[in-house]
């Protein structure tokens, strides 16, 4: 047996009538809530090209440009901190920049938003009609490797287009790869030494260290180790933390920074221009708003649009880097750029952190010197 009931429903007060109506527009306006706000396109103008695979664009309504690194490509670095200067990343960044520099362009993010070093990760298109992906094209070129070791939805189409640059001999991939090998060979980089010893191991050497006893299945971790220790640290803590490592001065007599010298000191001879307390540049950080004085080589170059770049280290992010404004440069002697390259420097200066990166505006040529 079964019962009918009949519910009735009442509308509120004030719906009457139009009850129906207003329930459909509550219910579209719940959905719109659910919904979200719709994604607005990324875009931006292109300030600057760093290397072959890294960007400074100025985001639409945005002052100041951000750092973007284009998902699933590896490009040679101008100063990796590491290896240094690669093979071909001159031409890599040239080829960048003669395809987006000073244009309008749209960006997609996948799986991640930003690196480890706060860039952004992005899928990068050039503006229509072209409307190229510049991750693809760098690797059609032939001026970019796929960057693999992240997971990202065009993994399949990047291998592609670097497999179809090899096969064709174009950018990196010419002559088989044997540019390269001769460019490297040439001693345009630092290299690890691996030789074969007794009992199936091996010995590293790598710039006045060595390391014995290294199992074969361990040569790819002790290589990428050191090499990473050495892009990362200054001299002093290098020799420290590749001592932890197992590696030790091939010669005894050069205990010191990299086999180089005594440890731990530095020779400071007094400069006339410049007196004072001289602290360690790999110190400078520990003394934000002080005016100081450092002294140390500049091993490092990079002169962007409106200023120069001078660095005592390839980890220009950790350590201090010296700044002078580029409409300053007919102030200072020479061509500072290659003045103070491979120099060592005494400077005066106020430390200031940028980004949470050391560095110091040198605005008087009296405030830094050669010291000889």
């Known amino acids: 047996m079964f019962i009918r009931r009949k519910i009735k429903v009442c509308p509120t007060p004030g719906f009457h009538g139009k009850g129906r109506a207003s329930l459909g527009v509550f219910f579209l306006l719940l959905l719109g809530l659910l919904a979200g706000p719709a994604s607005a396109a990324e875009t931006g103008v292109v300030d600057e090209v760093v290397d072959g695979d890294t960007l400074r664009v100025r985001t639409t309504g945005s002052a100041e440009a951000v750092t973007v690194r284009l998902i699933g490509i590896d490009a040679p670095e101008r100063s990796h901190p590491s290896l240094g200067k690669e093979f071909f990343s001159d031409e890599a960044a040239s080829h960048l920049a ?17 690196d480890k070093y706060d860039r952004l990760l992005r899928y990068v298109f050039l503006p229509p009609p072209d409307g190229r992906l510049l991750n693809e094209e760098m690797l059609r070129a032939g001026m970019a490797r796929a960057y693999t070791r992240f997971p990202f ?13 090899r096969r064709e001999g174009t950018g990196l991939w010419k002559d088989g790869g044997m540019t390269e090998a001769r460019w490297l060979a040439a001693g345009n980089a630092a290299p690890v030494e691996v030789f074969p010893s007794g009992g199936r191991t091996f010995v590293l050497a790598h710039k006045g260290l060595a390391k014995a006893g290294v199992e074969r299945g361990d040569l790819p971790k002790e290589i ?10 200054s001299d002093t803590e290098f020799a420290s933390k590749a001592r932890d490592r197992g590696f030790r001065p091939i010669d005894p007599s050069k205990a010191g920074p990299a086999g180089s010298g005594s440890p731990g000191q530095r020779a400071l001879q007094p400069v006339p221009a410049i007196r004072g307390t001289v602290i360690p540049w790999e110190e400078a950080h520990r003394h934000e708003g002080e005016e100081i004085v450092v ?3 500049i091993v490092r170059t ?15 992010k950790r350590y201090l880097t010296l700044v002078i404004l580029v409409k300053d440069l007919p102030l200072f002697p020479g061509n500072p750029e ?18 949470d990166h050391p560095e110091m505006v040198v605005r008087d040529p009296a405030n830094i010197t050669v010291v000889p």
């Open 98 to 114: 003669s395809l987006c520099r000073g244009k309008t362009v749209r960006m997609e993010k996948d799986a991640e938003e930003t």
């Open 302 to 316: 990079h002169r962007a649009e409106k200023v120069l770049y001078l660095n005592f280290h390839a980890n220009w």
């Open 224 to 233: 990428e180790g050191i090499l990473r220790l050495r892009g990362e640290l």
């Open 153 to 165: 939805s065009r993994k399949d189409a990047f291998l592609a287009a670097e497999g179809r640059a």
């Open 295 to 297: 002294e140390g080589t």
């Open 338 to 355: 290659t003045a103070y390259k491979g120099k060592k420097v005494r400077v005066r200066g106020e430390v200031k952190l940028y980004k």
